[in-house]
């Protein structure tokens, strides 16, 4: 599963879309223009850009170099009817991962995303160390000062998105999302609840935290006491 912001101004290509990723057990968030896309783009917590070259306010090649510009990692997917040689090599050559071209089949954009999706995958370092925590990615396994630390399935995949977004503010709803799956129901408090359940394995009996709140936003992962 993969969350994919989906920049696309063609309403019945954009819900279509939606719904075969939908269906494939993505998230998607849609936009429509691209001086929207750019405002929206740092807020939230993305695995994939698909992104569509004639947009309204700023074309989709503008927002793929604004986009690098922040992020350098992040798999981008150009959609477009420009199929000439020239086209593809500008929008490679701004920051595009991959360059799809108007029609196309499903299962050929399905086939892309899995793709660009274990490209990134594996580019991740199989070791994160911030501080005195270690996590081995490779075998689910953390430390902390050299000391072993038991966690759960859940409570590594959220200390792990916590470093992997080190000195990032991460919503509540952004961390159900990614560590459980599901759109954030503002009536629970199971992330809160994982923190606490972090908090006491990672942080009791040292004097230094990392696991900061955010009063109003959500949770940070600091290194450095704010």
Not at 25 to 33: A, K, P, S, W, Y
Not at 165 to 176: E, F, G, H, V
Not at 190 to 212: A, C
Request: glycine share 6%.
């Amino acid at each position: 599963m993969a969350q994919i912001f989906l920049v696309e101004d063609e309403e019945r290509v954009a819900a279509f879309l939606k719904k075969a990723l939908e269906e494939n057990g993505h998230l998607v968030d849609i936009i429509t223009d691209g001086a929207e896309a750019i405002k929206k783009f740092p807020h939230k917590l993305y695995d994939l850009i698909i992104l569509d070259v004639m947009l309204p306010y700023l074309t989709g090649i503008e927002v793929c170099r604004h986009i690098r510009q922040k992020d350098k990692k992040i798999p981008i997917l150009i959609l477009t009817a420009l199929n000439s040689v020239d086209d593809k090599v500008n929008g490679l050559n701004i920051g595009a991962d991959d360059y799809l071209v108007k029609p196309f089949h499903l299962k050929e954009l399905q086939a892309r995303i899995d793709a660009l999706l274990r490209r990134n995958s594996s580019n991740l370092a199989q070791v994160i160390a911030l501080g005195d925590i270690t996590l081995n990615t490779s075998n689910n396994t953390a430390e902390r000062a050299g000391r072993k630390i038991i966690l759960t399935n859940k409570e590594y995949a959220l200390l792990e998105l916590l470093m992997n977004n080190n000195d990032k503010i991460l919503s509540r709803q952004t961390i159900a999302e990614k560590v459980w799956g599901i759109a954030f129901d503002t009536g629970t408090n199971v992330v809160d609840v994982y923190i606490n359940y972090l908090r006491n394995k990672i942080e009791k009996g040292f004097t230094e935290k990392y696991i900061h709140t955010v009063i109003g936003k959500g949770y940070i992962f600091k290194t450095e006491q704010i």
